[in-house]
């Protein structure tokens, strides 16, 4: 498979929410909030509280779903945050893909979908105690299986998500 | 009945620590220092070592609830709360994107800070409350 080059620092596509952040440059929240404007700080945080209301409610689901048992003598992958983070990932690729290559999008879709549904949707502190737990259990190979799998597929859920959102977005 | 409250717990929890998670990163973008080039995203790392450390608190004083004000506390703050402070998507999103923007030493070092940084201060919650 080939790869495109990088894209340059100037390039449109590095101008995200992502890139702004991981960059520290002010340019890019300028450009994010001059050049689209969009719904006001007020209007985003709401935005963010419902989608993450959403994500948290449907993580808790799954949960209720697919809840894990865990005894002294055997620990169970907790399967339904497993599912959230990487179903989360791939939703939050999807969204970032489909945005970063011009598909149109409603100006709420960012900061409820991605940064609340997403963000709520996922859970780091969740997976940091049940790995803790498995280590305090004494199971300390599949505490690194869990932990390092969820982070592996994680990362690759985001990228394939991204390739996804990508082709979505230049149909678009 | 109960089954509503719970789901009601997790949501506003959940509500209350996304905005909180955003807060954050809002805050740091228009607030924060000016760099030039790549950087640890604080901002989202902040937020899930404060929902770790919180987590650690809340399955001490909550986590052994079986029912009652103490399991709808735990579905709030923990399951609501701190599942929505913390994240997997944006990190792993910004993962990528450090990846992408040509810094992958960084990319591997947030993660290894993140994970590393995340137990640590469970286990400060867990110590400190008890």
Do not use: F, K, N
């Given at each position: 498979m080939t790869t495109a080059p990088l894209p340059r620092r100037d390039d449109p596509r590095m101008h995200t929410v992502e890139m702004a952040a991981v960059s520290g440059d002010l340019e890019d929240h300028e450009i994010l909030t001059s050049v689209r404007p969009g719904p006001s700080t007020r209007e985003t945080a709401l935005l963010v509280a419902a989608g993450g209301a959403l994500g948290a409610t449907l993580r808790y689901l799954l949960e209720l779903a697919a809840p894990t048992i865990a005894t002294p003598t055997l620990v169970?992958?907790?399967w339904s945050t497993w599912t959230a983070n990487?179903?989360?990932?791939?939703?939050?690729?999807?969204?970032?893909?489909?945005?970063?290559?011009?598909?149109?999008?409603?100006?709420?879709?960012r900061p409820f979908l991605a940064t609340g549904l997403c963000g709520g949707f996922t859970t780091m502190s969740t997976?940091?105690?049940?790995?803790?737990?498995?280590i305090g259990a004494d199971f300390p190979l599949i505490a690194l299986e869990y932990g390092l799998g969820s982070a592996v597929l994680a990362l690759l859920a985001l990228v394939v998500g991204l390739l996804a959102g990508r082709i979505l977005g230049k149909r678009s | 009945m109960a089954a509503i409250l719970g789901l009601l717990a997790v949501a506003v929890?959940?509500?209350?620590?996304?905005?909180?998670?955003?807060?954050?990163?809002?805050?740091?973008?228009?607030?924060?220092?000016?760099?030039e080039g790549l950087s640890v995203p604080w901002a989202t790392f902040a937020a899930n070592i404060l929902a770790c450390f919180a987590l650690g608190v809340i399955v001490t004083w909550f986590g052994a609830s079986a029912g009652g004000a103490g399991r709808t506390a735990y579905l709030l703050l923990a399951t609501g709360f701190c599942g929505g402070l913390s994240t997997l998507s944006t990190l792993a999103l910004e993962v990528v994107a450090l990846v992408r923007g040509g810094g992958t030493v960084i990319a591997l070092g947030y993660i290894l800070l993140s994970a590393g940084s995340g137990m640590v201060a469970l286990w400060l919650g867990l110590v400190l409350a008890a």
């Open positions: 169970d992958i907790p990487v179903l989360g990932c791939l939703l939050m690729g999807v969204i970032a893909g489909y945005l970063e290559s011009g598909g149109r999008a409603p100006a709420w879709a997976l940091v105690l049940q790995v803790s737990a498995m | 929890g959940g509500a209350a620590g996304s905005t909180a998670r955003w807060g954050l990163a809002h805050l740091w973008a228009v607030r924060g220092p000016r760099r």
